[in-house]
């Protein structure tokens, strides 16, 4: 049975300007063929098993030749399988969309062409240049600037074109700058017209270089200012000082992988991007109910007797969460806890609790076990027993602290953490290549996990990768674990909140901006 092929527009970069239908595409695709303008995070979307194929080009090389892609999706499709080409901003725009949509006809496999947002009008959006504005122009030129001299003058008609519109698009034209801006001063655009190069727009390494037709080869030479950008030429360049903004947001120009669970991770990830950040989810733990049949029944046990506690101490959002998981497993009543006093740490276990109508005691002014005992100490009195939701791997300072101060302590634990089973190869070329800017740790397992899976992934030692990465912790243990693992923690939270640990990672890049 033959398959299908989408030809998708995976918009400029920013993996959020992905249309609807795009990532719906990609959801369903048995195979992703992508290039290096289409985002890594949207290969995150694809489901598991998916087969991921790089096909992109670079300054320096071909990966593989436009004829070959062609065949290789006619293969892929014949084999039954469900196609996904994933191609930098819209597939009809510079995109050798047809050449691939032709040979797929030719051999009667359906396909589709989903439309994407071109780098022609997004990236000088966020650059804060809108390619028309009502005092300045209505009409618009796009046109392809990767051509050899003589192929451009073959292709392009310079004297009809150079006044045709007000603005000018080029797209993939930094190599040839000098002969563009000198194209159009020849046939009659002024030398003094604005000019901007906008690079890697929509991502974190977006960079904006501004001149006019006389002097921008200069200053592109000057700045070894280097491609993928695009050109805009005319007077809505003059725009961008009033309306730039996404150089203004406090995460801006800064990639930051988050390793919490997928399940977590939502959180973290929402407030960088709101921020003007680009977050990289590499998810390096997974939280699973327990698999051994006896802790099973010692979780049955201990959740049998509610009604005997006169504490219940919940030290994280996932103990909450896979606490009334097992209640639910087990037919058991929340309302056995009618005798208990309940205790968090954190304002976040503290709403996890609250959202299922239990009040916590008051809370600790440290998110960590050591503040709690200090918070509600004199509460604790010696004979009184104390149920402890928790995971597998969390410290024992706590049961063994309370145990010190007499108190009976059973201790469940509810969860499971355990290493992802996912390796990503294109963290390890970010990596390679210094564009990952800061990597967060939520906890103590996020630290050996990330670093086991990098291991795993083929680095003999990471460390010396991770050199000159910004180290950002959410609270003293966890930067204490990433110490002793050999990182160097530059960043701590104020406090132990996916909060704290934004505004911290908000105060070191204005701090880095002032640099």
Request: aromatic share 6%; with cysteine.
């Amino acid at each position: 049975m033959t398959g299908k092929v989408y030809l998708v527009g995976a918009g400029p970069g920013d993996a959020k300007l992905i249309t609807v239908k795009g990532l719906d595409c990609i959801k369903k695709g048995d195979v992703l063929v992508y290039d290096r303008l289409a985002s890594p995070r949207l290969l995150k979307w694809m489901k598991p098993g998916g087969e991921k194929i790089y096909v992109g080009k670079r300054p320096d090389r071909h990966t593989m030749k436009q004829e070959e892609i062609n065949h290789l999706l006619v293969d892929l499709a014949l084999q039954g399988k469900t196609v996904v080409r994933l191609k930098g901003g819209d597939p009809t725009i510079f995109g050798r969309v047809g050449e691939e949509a032709g040979l797929l006809r030719q051999h009667g496999i359906p396909y589709e062409i989903v439309p994407g947002i071109t780098s022609a009008i997004s990236v000088p959006a966020y650059a804060g240049i809108p390619v028309t504005h009502r005092d300045h122009t209505s009409s618009l030129s796009i046109i392809t600037g990767h051509e050899n001299p003589e192929k451009l003058d073959y292709s392009i008609n310079w004297e009809k074109l150079t006044n045709a519109t007000g603005t000018l698009v080029f797209l993939m034209g930094v190599a040839k700058i000098g002969y563009i801006s000198a194209q159009l001063i020849k046939h009659g655009r002024p030398p003094e017209t604005p000019v901007a190069l906008v690079r890697w727009g929509t991502r974190a390494e977006q960079e904006t270089l501004i001149g006019t037709l006389s002097d921008i080869e200069a200053k592109v030479t000057a700045a070894n200012f280097q491609p993928p950008a695009v050109i805009v030429v005319g007077d809505v360049v003059l725009q961008r000082e009033q309306l730039m903004w996404a150089e203004a947001m406090p995460l801006f120009g800064k990639r930051i992988v988050v390793t919490r669970a997928r399940s977590q991770a939502s959180e973290l990830v929402d407030r960088i991007d709101e921020l003007g950040g680009e977050p990289y989810e590499f998810p390096v733990i997974e939280t699973v109910m327990p698999r051994d049949e006896d802790k099973k029944a010692e979780i049955a046990s201990a959740l049998a007797v509610l009604e005997t506690y006169d504490w219940v101490i919940f030290t994280s959002v996932n103990g909450v969460e896979f606490f009334f998981r097992h209640l639910t497993e087990l037919g058991v009543d929340i309302r056995g806890l009618f005798h208990a006093r309940i205790a968090a740490v954190g304002p976040a276990t503290a709403e996890a609790l609250a959202v299922r109508g239990l009040m916590t005691e008051e809370l600790p002014a440290r998110f960590q076990a050591e503040s709690l005992i200090e918070a509600i100490g004199a509460e604790l009195l010696p004979g009184q027993k104390v149920l402890l939701p928790r995971g597998d791997l969390a410290r024992d300072w706590l049961p063994d602290k309370l145990i010190e101060l007499g108190l009976q302590v059973t201790v469940a634990d509810t969860y499971e953490t355990v290493v992802t089973g996912e390796d990503d190869d294109e963290l390890l070329k970010l990596l390679e290549e210094g564009r990952i800017h800061a990597v967060t740790f939520t906890s103590s397992s996020t630290v050996h996990n990330f670093l086991e899976i990098l291991k795993r992934m083929g680095l003999e030692d990471p460390l010396p990768l991770l050199a000159n990465v910004k180290i950002a912790c959410i609270g003293p243990i966890t930067e204490k674990t990433a110490i002793e693992a050999g990182l160097t923690p530059g960043l701590l939270a104020s406090e132990a909140t996916i909060d704290g640990l934004v505004n911290e990672l908000c105060r070191w890049n204005a701090e880095s901006k002032r640099i």
